[in-house]
């Protein structure tokens, strides 16, 4: 491996290329994505250390749990020590809000953004100017694992506002170098527009909104695969291997997950890299990942799937430690043919609070996705209703008709087919996901389409407590 600064980056990033020899394309990575386990784990070690001492110093709520915990900061020494400290939860960051959790004075403060606060109040976070460098840093690494490179051009279809899509991935391409155009979402005709006037490589967006730009386009006769995209950068939702195939089809470009919360920072946490595309690259260098029995709370071993804890090593203006995300996955450490050494992430298969106990079997939406898009006719459109039939969950899935199914299908016979499609569908989750669901298929573009994140579950039990 032969190791070179490029010059054509700000210096702040201390990207390098890594060529690699016998012709292959040059990658971009940082110093810190391959470091041996023992560097990296000094590294954290350090940061945690640095990170416990501000936090009990400047934010009275951590000193209080910390005591209540009987931990004070020389406790702490090396990252191992991190089981010693309590875990923050989203109600804590509630229950603090707006500004309770800050760890410098507010004259440091240049940026806030929120999550939407479906269920209560929003979740607050802030950042230094520093945090705003580190941010873009690892949104950078992000783009560059996902195919984005210096010079070319990436259509933002991300939120741009509260959310951390919009602003985390902008400032990661600029910070790249590449050509940044903050579309934000909606207004899909448009996004069309400009994706063929600029010729952008890369697109970032959520999953099902980008699938929509997908379908406008094809009912303005113009073919995705015809566009220049040759990468898209797919995150903030859940979503499946079959709607990476989906994506990948449409377009024929490589689909990569990205995932991160705004509670952590915004997006570029993990992102799969477009080399291997198995498996999200941790940035550990700044934040230390744990996966956790959600019932126990025990800490579970590599492989083992649990819910997603995360400790910020290297946060100004809000650290955060053991925070409970709520997401599931598991992760695992191993050289990937990138060249990355640091760990990885599953995708994400679903969230504590989104997983389905359909008499007694549990399974997560986006299993039920990968499942109904690989059955034939049916489009990859669809939305989760559940209710409660004495004191039972029922669920109905409600997908739509592909739209070429019933090209050759008249009128009459119309109904016969929409029913045997739909005897399919409960059939494959029943032998797939070992769930009995009443399937219903609809008629095309009867799915309401999102401009960010997908709404997929209807959740009718709470009418009934
Ligand atoms: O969704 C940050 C983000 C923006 C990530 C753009 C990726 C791309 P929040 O709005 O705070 O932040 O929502 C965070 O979204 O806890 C997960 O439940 C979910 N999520 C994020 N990325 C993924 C993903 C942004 N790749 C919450 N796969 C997280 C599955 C994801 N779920």
Redesign the pocket.
């Known amino acids: 491996m032969v190791l070179s600064n490029i010059t054509h980056c700000s210096s702040a990033v201390k990207i390098r290329y890594i060529n690699k020899m016998k012709g292959e394309i040059p990658m971009i990575l940082h110093d810190t994505e391959i470091l041996s386990l023992e560097d990296m784990r000094k590294l954290q070690s350090g940061r945690l250390k640095s990170t416990v001492q501000k936090v009990y110093c400047n934010v009275p709520f951590y000193k209080r749990k910390f005591t209540d915990n009987s931990v004070i900061p020389t406790d702490i020494n090396t990252i191992q020590d991190i089981v010693k400290l309590p875990f923050t939860t989203k109600k804590e960051l509630r229950e603090n809000y707006p500004f309770g959790l800050f760890a410098i004075p507010r004259t440091q403060i240049t940026r806030l953004h929120a ?2 606060g479906t269920s209560g109040k929003p979740t607050v976070v802030a950042y230094s100017k520093q945090d705003i460098e580190m941010w873009s840093e690892i949104a950078a690494r992000a783009i560059a694992m996902g195919g984005g490179k210096i010079g070319d051009i990436l259509h933002n279809a ?1 939120g741009y506002g509260l ?3 919009g602003l ?2 902008h400032y990661g391409s600029e910070r790249l170098g590449m050509i940044t155009v903050p579309v934000s979402g909606g207004n899909t005709e448009r996004q069309i527009q400009l994706i063929q006037d600029f010729q952008p490589t890369v697109i970032c967006g959520t999953p099902s909104y980008v699938l929509n730009i997908a379908d406008k386009m094809i009912d303005l006769g113009i073919d995705p695969r015809m566009t220049s995209l040759q990468y898209g950068i797919f ?5 499946s291997e079959e709607m990476r195939k989906t994506l990948e089809g449409r377009f024929g470009m490589k689909a990569c ?7 952590v920072i ?2 570029g946490v993990a992102m799969e890299c477009h080399e291997s595309q198995d498996g999200l690259h941790i940035a550990e260098d700044h934040f230390y990942v744990e996966v956790i029995d959600p019932e126990t709370k025990e800490v579970l071993s590599e492989g083992e799937v649990g819910e997603l804890v995360f400790t910020s090593l290297t946060k100004e203006a809000m650290p955060i430690i053991r925070y409970r ?3 599931i996955a598991s992760i695992r450490r191993e050289r990937c043919v990138c060249g990355r050494t640091t760990t990885k992430m599953s ?2 298969k679903g ?1 504590v609070d989104d997983m389905l106990i359909i008499r007694g079997v549990n399974i997560f939406p986006s299993e039920i996705e990968h499942t109904l898009l690989q059955i034939k006719d049916v489009a990859p459109h669809y939305q989760i209703y559940v209710s409660r039939d004495n004191s039972l969950d029922m669920v109905e899935v409600q997908v739509e008709i592909d739209e070429n199914a019933l090209l050759q299908t008249d009128i009459a016979d119309r109904t016969t087919k929409l029913a045997l499609i739909a005897q399919k569908v409960e059939h494959e989750l029943k032998s797939k996901c070992f769930i009995s669901v009443k399937a219903t298929i609809v008629e095309p573009r009867t799915i309401p389409r999102s401009e960010g994140k997908a709404v997929r579950i209807i959740d009718k039990r709470l009418a009934y407590t």
């Not at 995150?235 to 979503?239: F, H, L, R, S, V």
């Not at 997950?257 to 509670?263: F, T």
């Open positions: 999550s939407s991300y959310f951390t899509g985390g991935l995150g903030a939702e859940p979503w997950d990205i995932y991160g919360l705004s509670e915004g997006p995300t709520g997401d995708r994400v969230r």
